[in-house]
């Protein structure tokens, strides 16, 4: 398998976009507001928004520099908006008139002609013809002024250097003093016929398809709420995801709101005109309904995932799970979400709700239902206090509540008790919320699959907390796929640690593999992009243990780092005999690495060419090195012991062998496989070629010599490590943060014969005709 952290288009196929196309504008806001975008047509796209408050603003955005999309997908950064004229109609409803003083407003950031920073503040009106709320629009950039009054307040755009548009989308009672409505305010827009003409009117875009890679995607809510859902399906889909979409409904953009003295609280009353649901806003609930909807016509189905966490901001107090002192849950995010109690009826009734509202979305657009309930648990604090003592969980303990300082450790028979009951009071509310969502889909059928952290769950500091957190009443056939995520441990490189955990999760709850999903890594900031070599043997580690389904998490990181994933397949290569090439050919053998572009010739004669390999495979001739009668039999026998093309061995490549140079002595420095951080214990042996300032393309080894090897921590050579089977360096103890983990080796190239068949004519042999006896690369997983 191989991946690639693409940082640009290099050469990878592109094509051409209408600038403004609808799928890739965005919306953003500031809470407590909701809005969300969604195309419909090739040209047009909506807005839906609900406002709160009199000084609420949501902006319709068009960035000139692609910031969201997969590098390989990306459109060209365009800033030059000269000669281009763009036209629009404009229809609107429950937001402020074109025509209003506050009407919207067309802001246009960049650079002033002398290259100072500037913004325009352009009154749409003043380019619009019709009525306030339905009008056609024309923007000539080289023409346009910035003002509310034209003339006599023109102050004209420099059109040379533009780094976005904003449109400015406000309620009609907009006032800028932050008044709290009675009802919340419902408003939309629609754009259609987006057209763009002259210079820059379009833009190239890349259009690579990475071939299938049998992985899966993840995606969220609270990540992508303001991008179109046809502009993430387009990305999951070129990236080469299929199968299921696991899409975390999230935890702070999907609930209504109603007022309750000075602040604002998720809701459950009733729906107003303009809403569909009580329990979720209706920019979510549009948003949603395109994502599923597209979603099945793509041959995708989404899996809806649900869990018990909620932006603490807008939680009633007394849902919240509290540690024994009263402290509420509160996560580590900012600002922070909080955990709803199990144990309180109008929290989980809440939850339900939401599962409702959600189902039906799915349910009438004639969709798979799949519901997931994800990372349901009793809050651990991170001085291990565990949240087993708001009021209503209290209430239902009773008598066996006792104190629980902390999560750490062995437990009194008292202790455990409680922890068990916290089990099946939380394994009840996930059957009462799974309940709910079958009585929704009515007689549609429901898959229902459940999410468990298992860093968390199984920390061997704590041994106890499963009794709470990984209840036996989950147990199989309690839901129909159990999914498990570890990216903890997947983080530090601890195979192990995954291997034991997963274990025990099914020896505990009983799924067999086949009814079990898994989901690789997080890399949550982007300094952290070696975690994504870790995600990969993660993901070989899965596919070796037979799980059938495995998740990216995701999307917006995947985007963000250019993470491209793909499957090299070895057809009829079912093993590896890890045995040595058996005749020194020596300079006798040609090499020839290569890689895999395909190139596309244009109507026009252009050429664009998608490289679908990060590294060179290499295919060597031996039959050059073959100088005898004995070694031609020496290599039938071997040919014969492979099966010919069905087992891979081991081959010297004679120009290209050590870390030192390409065939020097190896030094325990020659190659830098990665910085510590006090957690991380594999580092996987890799050789760059190139110039290290500039990208160089890296090799990953994984038959290295293990008698050659050296490893060094900051220069000095080090002990207390171990070598996987394939190249990967495991120590016993993590290295200290900020040190230079390298290493010096001497390697061997995992090769198979080209063929099954190999053909040498004893006599032209003899003769001197030289027989072709070609050796092909194997990549190899982890």
């Not at 057809?571 to 395909?598: C, H, K, R, W, Y």
């Not at 390999?613 to 100088?627: K, Q, S, T, Y």
Request: negative net charge; aromatic residues 10%.
């Amino acid at each position: 398998m191989g991946f690639w952290l693409a940082e640009k288009r290099t050469g990878q196929r592109s094509s051409f976009i209408q600038r403004f196309d609808p799928r890739f504008w965005t919306i953003n806001f500031p809470r407590p507001m909701m809005a969300s975008v969604v195309t419909t047509a090739a040209d047009a796209l909506r807005v839906d928004a609900v406002f709160y408050n009199s000084d609420d603003l949501a902006g319709l955005i068009w960035e000139s520099e692609d910031r969201l999309d997969h590098p390989l997908l990306a459109y060209e950064t365009e800033r030059d908006y000269s000669r281009l004229t763009w036209q629009f109609h404009w229809r609107s409803s429950g937001i402020m008139p074109l025509d209003a003083i506050n009407g919207p407003t067309l802001t246009i950031e960049g650079r002033d002609a002398a290259g100072n920073p500037k913004s325009w503040y352009v009154r749409l009106w003043n380019y619009a013809s019709g009525t306030a709320t339905d009008a056609d629009i024309s923007i000539e950039f080289s023409k346009v002024e910035g003002g509310f009054l034209l003339p006599g307040e023109a102050e004209p755009v420099f059109p040379g250097d533009i780094d976005r548009l904003f449109i400015s989308i406000i309620p009609p009672e907009y006032d800028g003093q932050a008044t709290r409505y009675a009802t919340p305010k419902i408003g939309w827009v629609e754009m259609s016929a987006i057209r763009t003409d002259g210079q820059g009117a379009v833009l190239e875009i890349g259009d690579i398809m990475v071939p299938e890679n049998g992985l899966s995607m993840a995606t969220a809510y609270d990540d992508s709420f303001n991008q179109t859902p046809e502009r993430l399906l387009r990305m999951t889909r070129a990236l080469g995801y299929r199968g299921a979409i696991n899409h975390y409904l999230g935890m702070s953009h999907y609930f209504r709101l109603e007022t309750a003295d000075e602040g604002l609280y998720v809701s459950l009353s009733a729906s107003q005109a303009g809403e569909e649901f009580a329990a979720i806003n209706q920019p979510a609930t549009v948003w949603h309904r395109d994502l599923i909807s597209r979603a099945e016509a793509m041959g995708f189905s989404v899996i809806l995932s649900l869990s018990y966490e909620l932006f603490d901001g807008h939680c009633w107090s007394d849902w919240k799970q509290r540690a024994e002192n009263g402290d509420p849950a509160l996560t580590g995010w900012e600002p922070p979400s909080t955990l709803l109690s199990p144990a309180n009826d109008n929290a989980m009734a809440y939850l339900q709700a939401v599962a409702r509202a959600f189902t039906a979305i799915a349910r009438d657009a004639g969709a798979a239902i799949r519901f997931q309930v994800g990372e349901p648990w009793w809050w651990i604090m991170p001085d291990k206090r565990i949240c087993l003592y708001d009021d209503a969980a209290s209430a239902v303990f009773g008598a066996n509540s006792v104190s629980i300082a902390s999560i750490d450790g062995p437990k009194t028979a008292a202790q455990n008790a409680m922890l068990d009951q916290a089990g099946e009071i939380l394994a009840a509310s996930t059957a009462a919320l799974l309940d709910a969502v079958k009585e929704e889909a009515g007689a549609a059928p429901v898959e229902s699959l459940l999410l468990a952290y298992l860093p968390t769950i199984l920390d061997d500091q704590a041994p106890e907390a499963k009794r709470a957190n990984l209840p036996v009443g989950w147990a199989s056939p309690a839901f129909d796929i159990l999914q498990l995520e570890d990216y903890d441990w997947v983080i530090a490189g601890n195979r192990s640690a995954t291997k034991a955990g997963i274990e025990l999760a099914t020896q505990r709850l009983g799924y067999p593999v086949d009814q079990q999903q898994y989901f690789t890594g997080f890399v949550l900031q982007p300094a952290d992009r070696f975690i994504w070599s870790h995600m990969v043997d993660a993901v070989e580690d899965a596919r070796a243990r037979g799980t059938p389904d495995i998740f990216v998490w995701a999307l917006p990181q995947v985007a963000r780092d250019g993470f491209t994933y793909f499957q090299e397949k070895e057809e009829d290569v079912n093993g590896f005999d890890d045995v040595q090439f058996p005749l020194a050919i020596g300079q006798g053998a040609s090499v020839s690495p290569g890689f895999s572009t395909n190139i596309v010739t244009t109507i026009s004669g252009h050429e664009t060419r998608n490289s679908d390999w990060a590294d060179a495979r290499l295919e060597f001739d031996v039959g050059p090195g073959v100088r005898s009668e004995e070694e031609l039999r020496i290599l039938i026998a071997f040919f014969r012991a492979r099966r010919g093309a069905a087992k891979a061995f081991r081959f010297r490549d004679p120009y290209d062998h050590s870390s030192h140079d390409m065939v020097g002595e190896p030094t325990p420095t020659d190659q830098f496989l990665g910085e510590g951080d006090g957690q991380r214990t594999m580092f996987q042996l890799v050789k760059n070629y190139g110039d290290p300032a500039d990208e160089p393309q890296q090799r990953r080894i994984t038959r290295p010599n293990p008698e050659a090897l050296q490893v060094a921590v900051d220069g000095q050579l080090t002990g207390g490590w171990s070598l996987s089977p394939t190249g990967a360096i495991a120590f016993d103890s993590p290295p200290a943060e900020g040190s230079d983990i390298t290493a010096g080796f001497l390697f061997d190239v995992p090769v198979r014969f080209e063929s099954d068949h190999l053909t040498v004519n004893h006599a032209t042999f003899l003769a001197g005709d030289i027989p072709e006896v070609l050796l092909v690369e194997v990549r190899e997983g982890s």
